[in-house]
């Protein structure tokens, strides 16, 4: 089973960056898609980015597009999101996600507990 520990998340001011850390242990981290979700205080969880298990691919969700990078280290079995030009809009809890195969914005396998950002002046 896959363990999954999010670290990073801060209060950042607007157009500010922040990195996020999702550290795995327990399971063999190159065989999994690792996924970024958020939830906004009052709205429902979203889909945010992926990378595929070898690195080669990666996703974004409309809103960060441009903004965001989602990379991984399979040697320290960990994944980031490298978070850029931060709005308002982006604050939420960030969760981790991880799935056995391809990419998906809905399927996940194992999930992190979340780290918060705050984007405010």
């Known amino acids: 089973q896959l363990q999954l520990v999010e670290s990073g998340g801060d209060l950042v001011t607007p157009g500010g960056s922040t990195r996020l850390t999702c550290a795995a242990s327990?399971?063999?981290?190159?065989?999994?898609?690792i996924g970024w979700f958020r939830q906004a205080p009052g709205k429902e969880r979203e889909w945010v980015s992926c990378i595929s298990s070898s690195g080669q691919t990666t996703t974004y969700a409309d809103p960060v597009k441009g903004r965001f990078t989602i990379s991984r280290d399979n040697a320290k079995s960990a994944a980031y999101l490298e978070m850029n030009s931060l709005q308002r809009e982006d604050t939420a809890v960030y969760y981790c996600?991880?799935?056995?195969?391809?990419?998906?914005?809905?399927?996940?396998?194992?999930w992190g507990k979340g780290t918060l950002v705050t984007v405010s002046s």
């Open positions: 996600a991880a799935r056995v195969g391809y990419c998906s914005a809905v399927l996940v396998d194992y």
């Open positions: 327990g399971s063999t981290f190159d065989h999994y898609s």
